[in-house]
């Protein structure tokens, strides 16, 4: 039976924290369904790390759908989450509902959208229509070129006040879940403090309610990896069953807390950002 929003919040009540991967096909998606991954991400990412491309930006409505329909094959149990890409919401709230159908008739069960209070009506709208939504704040890869490239975000006082906000206008949007990833962990921790959403970090803090990793990060396919990636392939078996078995370590030690460590976060001074997909 597939997990819902209410099923992860019993399991955060009963102390455990939420593991999440991103997941591009069926044959993954039945690994990490079998290996008790909580949720399951058909991200952007998928531009570079499937498609080979240099960013997220080129990514289409169109390729989304096509893995979720892979994923929702695939995985009977896990909590299924798609990205909403670059240029399938900023036109407003009518043009992401229309893409959210697609994505919720595809097979996803959430979606996700990348920016803060400037997208509170697309929110509400998706929200009164049944969509449940996930916010991502922090490090924003469909904003690269706005940004100046892959860099941590929140390190001055202005701009970690701003993403407080916006993860507080996003909530009263009626967001659910929100992504907070590539901030110093003080802001990733006021983020989880200040709000009631279900967090989930990428190199934010070990406060946040659980933790997403992009798979290709997760099993050492990365050749540089960001600070906040733990390769759980080193030092894997050679059965062949290793694959599953460094999914399990990940999801124990993110529903202990032992990951993220001190050293997969970033800290008052945070460090640039060398290579990341994003969630």
């Known amino acids: 039976m597939r997990s819902t929003l209410t099923a992860l919040r019993k399991k955060l009540a009963a102390g455990r924290k939420l593991s ?28 570079m790390v499937v498609q080979g491309r240099d960013s997220t930006l080129p990514v289409t409505v169109a390729d989304i759908a096509y893995h979720v329909a892979c994923l929702q094959r695939g995985s009977p149990r896990a909590f299924l989450l798609a990205d909403l890409p670059f240029g399938s919401y900023q036109e407003g709230p009518t043009q992401a509902l229309r893409n959210a159908v697609t994505l919720m008739q595809a097979g996803a069960q959430m979606v996700k959208v990348e920016g803060g209070a400037e997208l509170a009506p697309t929110v509400e709208l998706l929200v009164r229509s049944g969509i449940p939504v996930c916010g991502h704040v922090g490090l924003l890869p469909s904003h690269v ?29 009626g967001a659910a879940m929100l992504v907070i990833e590539a901030v110093p962990e003080p802001v990733g921790r006021a983020v989880c403090e200040q709000t009631s959403l279900i967090t989930i970090g990428i190199g934010a803090s070990p406060a946040c309610d659980g933790q997403v990793l992009v798979l290709h990060d997760m099993l050492g396919v990365t050749a540089s990896p960001a600070k906040f990636v733990k390769n759980y392939m080193a030092g894997a078996s050679t059965r062949g069953d290793a694959v599953a078995d460094a999914v399990r370590r990940y999801v124990e030690e993110v529903a202990s807390g032992a990951f993220p460590g001190p050293e997969h976060v970033y800290g008052a001074a945070a460090e640039a950002v060398p290579r990341i997909y994003g969630a």
């Open 145 to 173: 070129h706005a940004l100046g490239g892959f860099r941590v975000q929140g390190k001055a006082q202005a701009e970690a006040e701003r993403i407080v906000v916006d993860a507080q206008a996003l909530e009263a949007a």
């Open 20 to 47: 999440m991967l991103t997941c591009y096909d069926a044959s993954f998606a039945r690994v990490f369904d079998e290996a008790g991954v909580d949720c399951l991400l058909v991200g952007d990412s998928l531009g």
